[in-house]
């Protein structure tokens, strides 16, 4: 019968002291150094009264640095050639860190999006470590409700689910495990709780990002991205379109921030203004005058001479109009819109 164990969590916490205590054996470099002494995943395992534990110590993850990605991409490259699966995930906490922080909540969904696993959950535990025999019982059970309560409310909201979650937690001082009666009894409790849970298989394990919990892809199509360049005689205009994407990024703290938009694809649309011609034939002025006609009358004068006298009368009339031929600028935009220039006067006559 055997089954794994394998501790997760932040650079100084005492994640290879325990799982020495837990192997009872050196089988990893422990330091009380801020500094990480395990730089890459590993396992050993001891058999103890015919059962074999087997522990997985992973490098700590300190803060958001380039150097925790490839950390983690290592870690997950041994999982998913690790065959005999996990049957617990342990967070390993500092047990004199009073009160539960962004950074716990932040491992654990790491955790969860790195195993990939509908069950994740169930073999999810916290090991309190740095916990002296001096620490009292009501410590434990505010540390153990305040936890538990805050661990189930960030999973609901990061997951969306009423999730039912039991959450051990084991409090140990794991240096001392061969002498601390305190611990052996958690060492043993935790030994039960390992053996109880069947193995999560983890070849469907993935590389989270330990930068950003949610990385959403933004779009934004015909965006015109640059001003419109209009040619050098103004009937020419020049558009410029993409279709452009970004993404918004949500750090594990609940800060958003943006990357900047990206054009996916690119066009360009040209628009030409046209100048036409509206004329019309407009009278402007009709003068009248009378028209006349030369008349003669002739008198006679004794039946034998005869006078003639002319004069002109008038028979009718005529008119005279004076037209103006006229001319306006018709202007089509390069968005359609038509307007037009004044009225100019190009040619005058009459008739």
């Not at 325990?18 to 990480?36: G, M, T, V, W």
């Amino acid at each position: 019968m055997q089954s794994t164990v394998i501790g997760i969590g932040e650079t100084g916490m005492g994640k290879s002291t325990f799982l020495n205590a837990f192997l009872r054996k050196n089988a990893f470099q422990a330091s009380n150094s801020p500094d990480s002494c395990t730089k890459i995943t590993s396992v050993d395992s001891n058999i103890i009264n015919g059962q074999t534990r087997k522990a997985i110590d992973t490098p700590g993850i300190k803060d958001t640095d380039n150097m925790d990605q490839e950390k983690v991409k290592q870690l997950v490259e041994f999982l998913l050639h690790y065959e005999d699966g996990i049957n617990v995930v342990a967070i390993v906490l500092n047990g004199q860190v009073d009160r539960y922080t962004k950074d716990t909540e932040k491992f654990i969904k790491i955790a969860h999006q790195m195993f990939n696993h509908p069950d994740f959950w169930e073999h999810l535990c916290i090991i309190f470590t740095k916990w002296f025999s001096g620490m009292n019982e009501d410590q434990k059970r505010m540390k153990q409700e305040e936890y538990k309560r805050r661990v189930i409310e960030s999973i609901k909201a990061y997951t969306e689910q009423d999730i039912n979650l039991d959450l051990p937690m084991f409090f140990v001082d794991s240096p001392n495990y061969e002498n601390d009666n305190q611990t052996k009894l958690e060492l043993d409790r935790f030994k039960d709780f390992v053996f109880s849970k069947n193995a999560m298989k983890t070849t469907q394990a993935e590389v989270p990002n330990v930068f950003y919990e949610k990385v959403i892809r933004e779009e934004r199509n015909n965006y015109r991205y640059k001003e419109n360049l209009i040619s050098e005689d103004g009937m020419k205009r020049t558009e410029y379109f993409a279709n452009q994407s970004r993404n918004k990024l949500i750090d594990y703290y609940g800060n958003i921030s943006y990357t900047n938009w990206k054009n996916e694809k690119e066009w360009e649309i040209v628009k030409t203004k046209t100048i036409e011609y509206d004329t019309q034939n407009c009278p402007v002025q009709i003068s009248k005058e009378p028209r006349y006609a030369q008349r003669e009358i002739k008198t006679d004068i004794l039946g034998i001479f005869h006078f003639s006298q002319t004069y002109n009368q008038v028979v009718g009339e005529s008119s005279n109009t004076t037209y103006e031929i006229r001319r306006r600028k018709k202007i089509t935009d390069f968005d359609g819109k038509i307007s037009y220039g004044d009225w100019e006067v190009i040619k005058t006559y009459s008739k």
